[in-house]
């Protein structure tokens, strides 16, 4: 459950695999000018790599310098770095310069060590989708095809028609097809450690970001819904109560020594507590939690069940809005809350730029509620999509609100507005899913982030 998510980037050469790795990696890792071969970049204390020569052996070296790695033409390198990025994932970029069929291979080798796919591109011709081809269900469910270099075409007015042929070519294959104009996206973050976050949400860096980052997320409530249910199939065994001491016998008087039995003394139960549950070799993970599948048109593998929304009517749901643009509930049914990053009841107080901003979105989705609210106490037709689309209306401009209001620096400031980020983004998928039955959602979506905010002002 504490294991990062491991996301693998593929493609042909000249892609724009690196530089994608390093837009993940939040730093210029990898420098595209050398020729590594497949490299994996996790967590460490210390910056330190280790490269696997061509007969086998291993030269390790206390840094990462791509030049002198590249030197020893290894074919693989595994290295670590303290970067805050690889704290939530691992980045592996494969490299395959024999073509297909290297790529081929090396796809299938990389199978196992994958939990988020990536596939750089910028045609997604026919010998890359026959290679795309082999890829397991897992890989596809979880994989996101990315136009790179999205702003040179943006330049020549190809964009769009370069997206909707992808569209068309790789629907079916990827959970998502997103365009990066990467470079910009690096560009983004400035030297004295600021974002400068329109840039980065118009090079399309931000969408990928929050989708990897959902898709964590989903991987770890994944794991925490396997340890439920297995909590339920195995539940925690009563500890043994220790047993009582028993007080050594009265000495024998004079008289009769030998009518009284000396009592031994019972053992004491062992300091050493049990284990709550007992380890069960056939369930045990054994790796990384596998992230859950999203919504595809093709069968999804079998995950542990997503916790439950509640079901509501239009009128009900509406009611529910009101209810909460006027009172708090003491409690959160756990399961009527949709999955949206919960924020952290910040440490310091709220600068007034940021209270202010805050304020003023508490009072804007209480006028939504409020609205909706009074249209179904007058017996309006408060239909189910109509209710979606304005309540995601709202949750978008929380979203583009909280972007650009507020003091940068309140933390949060941040996490609300990762939340809103996220929030919007989930509720667009769901949109596109058209499900009349997610309405419960998408109201506790609304509900859950104006909690979030009241929980920010009264720290």
């Given at each position: 459950m504490t294991k990062p998510v491991r996301v693998t980037i593929f493609g042909f050469p000249g892609s724009g695999k690196?530089?994608?790795a390093n837009l993940l990696l939040g730093s210029s890792?990898?420098?595209?000018?050398?020729?590594?071969?497949?490299?994996?970049?996790?967590g460490g204390e210390t910056v330190k790599s280790s490269c696997t020569l061509p007969d086998g052996s291993t030269v390790d070296f206390p840094h990462f310098n791509t030049a002198e790695i590249a030197a020893k033409s290894p074919i693989f390198v595994n290295a670590e770095m303290p970067l805050p990025a690889l704290g939530k994932i691992s980045v592996m970029e494969v490299v395959a310069n024999g073509g297909p069929a290297e790529l081929s291979r090396a796809l299938a080798w990389a199978a196992e060590r994958t939990d988020i796919s990536i596939w750089c591109t910028q045609t997604f011709g026919p010998a890359e989708q026959?290679?795309?081809k082999a890829a397991t269900e897992d890989m596809k469910d979880h994989g996101f095809m990315v136009l790179t270099k999205a702003d040179a075409l943006a330049r020549d007015g190809?964009?769009?028609s370069v997206v909707a042929n992808l569209q068309q070519q790789g629907a079916e294959e990827f959970n998502r097809i997103l365009p990066v104009a990467t470079l910009d996206a690096i560009a983004a973050r400035k030297a004295d450690g600021t974002i400068d976050r329109d840039q980065l949400t118009r090079s399309g860096g931000r969408a990928l970001i929050a989708e990897i980052l959902r898709e964590v997320d989903l991987g770890l409530q994944a794991a925490v819904d396997q340890a439920e249910i297995l909590l339920q199939r195995f539940p925690p065994k009563a500890s043994p109560a220790p047993a009582a001491k028993v007080e050594a016998a009265p000495k024998p008087a004079p008289a009769a020594p030998?009518?009284?039995?000396?009592?031994a003394s019972e053992p004491e139960v062992a300091s050493e507590p049990k284990p709550a549950v007992?380890?069960?070799?056939?369930?045990?993970?054994?790796?990384?939690?596998?992230?859950?599948a999203r919504v595809r048109s093709r069968p999804a593998p079998e995950m542990p069940p997503r916790p439950a929304v509640m079901p509501v009517n239009i009128l009900a749901a509406a009611r529910n809005v009101q209810q909460a643009a006027e009172t708090e509930p003491?409690?959160?049914d756990a399961e009527e809350e949709t999955e949206v990053a919960e924020a952290t009841p910040p440490i310091a107080a709220l600068s007034p730029a940021t209270r202010e901003a805050f304020e003023h979105a508490i009072e804007r989705l209480t006028q939504h509620g409020q609205k909706f609210a009074g249209d179904a106490a007058k017996g309006g037709a408060l239909e189910a999509d109509l209710l979606m689309r304005e309540t995601a209306n709202s949750v978008q401009w929380l979203s583009d609100y909280l972007s650009e209001n507020g003091e940068s620096r309140d933390?949060?400031?941040?996490?609300?507005?990762?939340?809103?980020?996220d929030a919007a983004d989930l509720l667009q998928l769901m949109q596109i899913e058209n499900d009349a039955g997610s309405v419960g959602e998408f109201v506790s979506v609304a509900i859950q982030l104006r909690r979030e905010i009241e929980s920010a002002l009264a720290a």
């Amino acid at each position: 459950m504490t294991k990062p998510v491991r996301v693998t980037i593929f493609g042909f050469p000249g892609s724009g695999k690196s530089t994608l790795a390093n837009l993940l990696l939040g730093s210029s890792v990898l420098n595209p000018k050398d020729r590594l071969p497949t490299v994996q970049i996790t967590g460490g204390e210390t910056v330190k790599s280790s490269c696997t020569l061509p007969d086998g052996s291993t030269v390790d070296f206390p840094h990462f310098n791509t030049a002198e790695i590249a030197a020893k033409s290894p074919i693989f390198v595994n290295a670590e770095m303290p970067l805050p990025a690889l704290g939530k994932i691992s980045v592996m970029e494969v490299v395959a310069n024999g073509g297909p069929a290297e790529l081929s291979r090396a796809l299938a080798w990389a199978a196992e060590r994958t939990d988020i796919s990536i596939w750089c591109t910028q045609t997604f011709g026919p010998a890359e989708q026959s290679v795309w081809k082999a890829a397991t269900e897992d890989m596809k469910d979880h994989g996101f095809m990315v136009l790179t270099k999205a702003d040179a075409l943006a330049r020549d007015g190809t964009l769009n028609s370069v997206v909707a042929n992808l569209q068309q070519q790789g629907a079916e294959e990827f959970n998502r097809i997103l365009p990066v104009a990467t470079l910009d996206a690096i560009a983004a973050r400035k030297a004295d450690g600021t974002i400068d976050r329109d840039q980065l949400t118009r090079s399309g860096g931000r969408a990928l970001i929050a989708e990897i980052l959902r898709e964590v997320d989903l991987g770890l409530q994944a794991a925490v819904d396997q340890a439920e249910i297995l909590l339920q199939r195995f539940p925690p065994k009563a500890s043994p109560a220790p047993a009582a001491k028993v007080e050594a016998a009265p000495k024998p008087a004079p008289a009769a020594p030998a009518t009284v039995t000396p009592v031994a003394s019972e053992p004491e139960v062992a300091s050493e507590p049990k284990p709550a549950v007992e380890p069960v070799a056939e369930t045990a993970p054994t790796e990384a939690p596998r992230v859950s599948a999203r919504v595809r048109s093709r069968p999804a593998p079998e995950m542990p069940p997503r916790p439950a929304v509640m079901p509501v009517n239009i009128l009900a749901a509406a009611r529910n809005v009101q209810q909460a643009a006027e009172t708090e509930p003491e409690t959160a049914d756990a399961e009527e809350e949709t999955e949206v990053a919960e924020a952290t009841p910040p440490i310091a107080a709220l600068s007034p730029a940021t209270r202010e901003a805050f304020e003023h979105a508490i009072e804007r989705l209480t006028q939504h509620g409020q609205k909706f609210a009074g249209d179904a106490a007058k017996g309006g037709a408060l239909e189910a999509d109509l209710l979606m689309r304005e309540t995601a209306n709202s949750v978008q401009w929380l979203s583009d609100y909280l972007s650009e209001n507020g003091e940068s620096r309140d933390p949060a400031l941040s996490q609300l507005r990762a939340a809103a980020f996220d929030a919007a983004d989930l509720l667009q998928l769901m949109q596109i899913e058209n499900d009349a039955g997610s309405v419960g959602e998408f109201v506790s979506v609304a509900i859950q982030l104006r909690r979030e905010i009241e929980s920010a002002l009264a720290a």
